[in-house]
């Protein structure tokens, strides 16, 4: 690929971002733009206009709408991602059977020193240097 096609990929994929993070600010944005429309045919309080709505309603009704509607979607994407998780059939698991041998010997491979041997304190304080 040349250096222009993955810049201009690189754009989209960036401006696909960008979009779900402005999609708020672009709905006030929106609402600016067409005020007049909005507060003359779709503001609910049109006929009363001693509420001073000015297609706030309207503005609301969006943003909750929105916000419902990212809900769901994450939801749903957790209750996929979980279904995924539990349903997924990929994982085998296998045992291998392995033979266990051991070897006992006759004589313990051990030694015990008793704790309560006498011993000189003078002699682990004072000794020569460690290098």
């Keep these: 690929m040349n250096k222009s096609a993955k810049q201009w990929i690189s754009l989209s994929l960036l401006s696909l971002m960008l979009v779900k993070v402005w999609v708020i600010p672009l709905l006030y944005l929106d609402f600016e ?18 509420l001073h709505c000015d297609g706030k309603c ?20 957790y209750m996929a991602r979980l279904i995924d998780h539990v349903m997924d059939q990929r994982v085998y698991f296998r045992f291998a059977q392995h ?27 004072f000794h020569p240097p460690l290098s």
């Design 33 to 50: 733009i067409r005020r007049e429309y909005i507060v003359a045919n779709l503001c609910e309080n049109r006929t009363r206009p001693q």
């Design 99 to 125: 033979t266990v041998s051991c070897e006992m010997t006759s004589v313990p491979l051990f030694t015990y020193t008793s704790p309560f041997t006498p011993r000189i304190a003078v002699d682990d304080i």
């Design 58 to 77: 309207y503005l609301a009704k969006r943003i909750a709408s929105l916000e419902e509607q990212e809900k769901r979607q994450a939801e749903k994407n």
